[in-house]
């Protein structure tokens, strides 16, 4: 079926001038015209036009962002990572050519499986001499530790395929150890049918959903006789550059995602450090590269590892998927090797071939490669970034030069293989399509006897139109992959036997120590952005009404909540400090390095606000599609706006009116949607804290001190304001301010969620719900701590504590005491908390040591 060559419509595309910028095969256009299983997507396409089209990939840009979908390039969640690039264009197969390069795929995993098992095992191919041992031993891969351990079937392959000048697809390079991007291809599907919803029912595609229940029911099958394994997804951390498909996986099947800091092996056995306790992992699915999976015995640099695994691995405790040592399989010298070894184990031909392969390891092939280096493209068999592909073409005569002496001095180190010019597809550009270069990593799942595939995967095209780069780290946009289907296919569930599967998610609840951690300290870090930002915002509101320029004790009052500010947030030297009461004549710049820089001993909001992003991410895959746009919103937002040149008092009261409503939403989101398990108790936990401790701080820094009645009326106005209590006091005690009337409300009052009181009773109650093993009906240290906090504070009488002190001009001496008794028993619980349930090494500190602050601070200011 043909397209008009010109356009369709006035709204549609120039095919012509797009056939004019072929250079090579095109897997959209042939002899003129649109190819047959095109034609549908592309009659769509035109419906909609360019215009739609070019609205449409704003939308997705938006719905990615959103959904948090990154590749971490830089390795760092702190900085940006790179947003995630789908082109609205799919790349299209008919099932029948669909069905011969799934049985290729089919018979290559099948290959590189039985290779596998033979290096580890008996190493035939080396004796019959179809495989050189220096090729093998020499690169690196091969992990000798993994010796003669008995075998088990790769679990997961993936290819790089790329159409050759002959038409047919050829294997350029092969993913046996943790293959990345079966995540990213399922996201890429969900963005598009929400995109295009219309061209995807149209189009009868291939759905994805059977790949990943194949996937789990292989997992479940890996644990033998075991009815119900404990399964875990093993990620080496934030850091990572794949963090988000981890977190992506672990949540939509369902398993949780750990760190080698949350595992330990104890007696041949991987447990889990859980709040509950230690708890037995039966799989382990991986995406922690072979050598670092191991420090005890692989000797890796890198994060995630666990010590003592392969003893695990080998004494059968624990089965790893993808078996350890596979990485041997991902080395560029077996391509030359792999026809002959099909035939070996097969008695046939290699289905999908790979690019003309040349092992320097052979004396006529490294002449060969030495002789024509401009020609070929010199991979290394050590695949890591740190040797990475040379195209010999871009290299200068001395580069060259250095590269022929590393060959000839390490051959065995070294291949060439042909520069394929692989097929373009069509990409929207613009409100346009272009030809770009593509390459498609197609993605197995071991299924009974053999592999199946994944009716699609992960495409990949280049970013300039001339080039052959498609890696994502050097800005490559990714295409859903559409295979279309003969007929129309059902939906299907992972949750497919609900007896069996019930029983066991009750069991996968439990809480890590390190995700129970982080989520502790969210509950902290929002609140102590809430609150920092809360009193910032009533400080603005003076500054902007005149208490920078009006009377006397309006100035005082300003002064002092200023003084405020930097306790809470630990800014010193700030407004207290050297040189304080010269900012306190000009206070927007110190007020600007708050919100923005923070000082050497305290945090910024914005630093607060980056502490919560990187806790939350740590955890992504615990948080709703709502929740985590929340608070990339908020990190996006905070970070733009530190760009902004001369920003005003009034920007940043619009801004923290923004802040404060996310922050709002996100607290209620939370409290409304989460199940009210461990980790719930945890979050709201660290908020109670926080929320006691900002309380404790505000008060001590305004209503301590005893100063003029008028003074003291504006101060006790702004922390009722700053603390959401003043609509409250204005229509339960309708008359003039007084202290002992704020006082009970803030500290006494069981029914005000803003009170000290109620922040203790929630503890009370959140503390004894925790999991933990008593002596008989024994309280725990940390609940002991609260109730006779808890206790005393019921106590009190809040006139006698506003009337008690020093004089008329010193300070209320038992309320600064019975404050600091509170804070020192926030502090003890939270730090006894710490040693009881987060057992693994790296803890979250408190931002600000109020101590620290009152011991610097509190002569100065008074």
Known sequence: MSLDNRRSAETGFDLQTYAAQLTANDEMWAGGQVRPHWAQLMQGLDRLGPGSLARQRLEGRRLLRENGVTYNVYGDPQTPSRPWELDLIPLVFDHVE??????????????LDHVLADLYGPRRLISAGLLPPELIYGSGAFLLPCDQIPHRRMLLYAADLARGPDGRMWVLSDRTQSPLGAGY??????????????????????????FFQRLRDQLHTSAGSKDQPRIALLTPGPRDEAYFEHAYLASYLGYPLVQGGDLTVRDGCVWLKSIEGLRRVDILLRRVEDRNCDPLELRGDGPGGVAGLLEAVRQANVVVANPLGSSALENAGLAPFLPRIARHFFGEELQLPSGATW???????????????????????RRSAAHPSMLGANLSN???????????????????????????????????????????????????????????????????????????????????????????????????????????????????????????????????????????????????????????????????????????????????????????????????????TGSDKGSSLLTTLQALQGASYAIRDRWSTDAWRIIDDIQEHWTSIQAVPNLSPVRAQDDLDLLLTDLLALSGLN????????????????????????????????????????????????????????????????????????????????????????????????????????????????????????????????????????????RRRDLDQLLESMRQALMAASETLTRTYFSHAQVSSQLVSSSLVYGNAMEESL
Request: net charge neutral; proline share 3%; charged share 25%.
């Open 185 to 210: 291809a399922l996201e890429n599907r969900t963005a598009l049918r929400r995109l295009l919803p219309q061209l995807t029912h149209e189009c009868q595609i291939r759905r994805l959903s059977f």
């Open 398 to 596: 001395d580069e060259k030069a250095a590269l022929r002496r590393r060959i000839e001095a390490a051959p065995h180190l070294y291949v060439g293989q042909e520069r394929v010019s692989f097929s373009t597809a069509p990409t929207l550009v613009e409100d346009r399509l272009e030809p770009r270069h593509a390459i498609l990593r197609a993605f197995l799942v071991a299924h009974d006897d053999g592999y199946a595939a994944m009716p699609g995967g992960l495409t990949r095209v280049a970013p300039d139109r001339d080039s052959f780069v498609v890696a994502t780290q050097a800005g490559g946009i990714s295409k859903d992959t559409w295979v279309l289907a003969e007929e129309p296919e059902r939906s299907i569930s992972l949750w497919l036997s609900p007896g069996a599967e019930l029983e066991m998610h009750a069991d996968e609840g439990i809480l890590s120590s390190r995700a129970g951690e982080n989520l502790f300290w969210v509950g902290r870090y929002a609140e102590r952005a809430e609150g920092v930002a809360r009193l910032l915002r009533v400080v603005l509101e003076r500054l902007g009404t005149g208490g920078e320029s009006g009377d006397e004790t309006g100035v005082a009052c300003l002064h002092q909540l200023l003084r405020a500010v930097t306790r809470l947030t630990g800014t010193l030297p700030g407004f207290v400090g050297r040189g304080g009461k010269q900012r306190l004549l000009h206070p927007w710049h110190e007020l600007r390095a708050v919100v923005f």
């Open 359 to 381: 092992w320097c390891g052979h004396d006529s092939a490294r002449r060969y490669v030495l002789d024509h280096l401009e020609e070929l493209v010199i991979k290394n068999t």
């Open 671 to 810: 409290k409304e949607s989460m199940t009210r398990e461990t980790g719930w108790l945890l979050l709201d936990i660290g908020r109670r804290i926080e929320r006691g401790l900002l309380l404790i701080d505000l008060l001590r820094s305004t209503l301590v001190r005893r100063t003029n009645l008028i003074e003291e009326h504006l101060l006790q106005e702004a922390v009722l304001l700053a603390k959401q209590s003043l609509i409250t006091y204005r229509r339960r005690y309708r008359s003039y301010l007084q202290l002992g009337s704020v006082l009970e409300l803030l500290l006494v009052d069981e029914t005000n969620p803003r009170s000290l009181v109620y922040q203790f009773g929630q503890l009370q109650e959140h503390l004894a719900a925790l999991p933990r093993t008593r002596r008989g009906t024994r309280l725990s240290e940390e609940e002991r701590l609260v109730l006779a906090a808890h206790t005393r504070l019921r106590l009190i009488d809040p006139v006698a504590l506003a009337e008690g002190g020093e004089g008329l001009t010193g």
């Open 98 to 111: 669909w069905a011969r390069i799934e049985k290729g795929l089919i018979q290559r995993a099948q290959l």
